[in-house]
């Protein structure tokens, strides 16, 4: 009898250690997954944010025709070096999904179009600018779509 109740009692401290890991287990998991998707909300809200700056740099520029050609053409090219667009895309992409990181690109690549029309002298109601300025627009209403599934609570 004495065999049985050490037993008992042993199995008891095994299950209940045992499950005291478990549930450690879960909550760390679930408090890294939470820490994970504030750092991937808060790199996206930055290249949002640099993406929208340049862009309204690069707005600014096709809207000054008082300016030379040249000048319009400084003012959008230093549009996205100013404003960090490639290094906060690089770094969203070391942390979102290929989906998310394609659609950053895609963004990205949209602004660069924007920023070419009005570089090669065009203004912001001519056709080209205003094709680029929406294709650019769309892209990033779905990278921003494409941001808020991944960061949806799962």
């Known amino acids: 009898m004495e065999w049985t109740a050490l037993a008992a009692a042993v199995l008891g401290a095994v299950i209940g250690v045992g499950s005291t890991l478990?549930?450690?287990?879960?909550?760390?998991?679930?408090?890294?997954?939470?820490?994970?998707?504030?750092?991937?909300?808060?790199?996206?809200?930055?290249f949002l944010e640099a993406l929208t700056e340049a862009r309204d740099a690069v707005s600014d520029a096709s809207r000054s025709e008082h300016l030379p050609v040249a000048e319009r053409a400084q003012l959008a090219r230093?549009?996205?070096?100013?404003?960090?667009?490639?290094?906060?895309?690089?770094?969203?992409?070391?942390?979102?999904?290929?989906?998310?990181?394609?659609?950053a690109r895609d963004a990205s690549y949209g602004l660069l179009l924007y920023r070419d029309?009005?570089?090669?002298g065009h203004l912001r109601d001519d056709p080209e600018c205003t094709q680029a300025r929406r294709a650019f627009r769309?892209?990033?209403?779905?990278?921003?779509?494409?941001?808020?599934?991944?960061?949806?609570?799962?």
């Open 22 to 46: 478990v549930t450690d287990r879960v909550s760390w998991r679930r408090d890294t997954r939470e820490r994970d998707r504030g750092t991937l909300r808060t790199v996206a809200a930055q």
């Open 78 to 103: 230093a549009s996205t070096s100013a404003q960090g667009v490639h290094a906060k895309q690089y770094q969203l992409e070391l942390l979102a999904t290929p989906e998310v990181a394609e659609s």
């Open 117 to 120: 029309a009005v570089v090669a």
């Open 138 to 154: 769309e892209a990033r209403q779905k990278q921003m779509t494409d941001m808020r599934s991944s960061l949806a609570p799962r």
